[in-house]
């Protein structure tokens, strides 16, 4: 199953992630250059999502 998460705030990234981990395709889609930035470098910009348990 493929998916796609349209805005990775609060609720998208989250939502993503946990898709994500029940072995998801997920395409995340956000027009904030800064968040697409950081999650490309693997970096969670949200306090409550540590970096180390939230990317694979």
Do not use: W
Request: charged share 15%.
């Amino acid at each position: 199953m493929k998916i796609a998460v349209i805005g990775l705030g609060y609720v998208g990234l989250p939502l993503a992630l946990q898709f994500a981990r029940s072995c998801v395709t997920v395409l995340g889609l956000d027009i904030d250059p800064r968040k697409v930035q950081l999650l490309n470098d693997k970096q969670s910009y949200i306090n409550h999502i540590p970096p180390s348990d939230s990317f694979y």
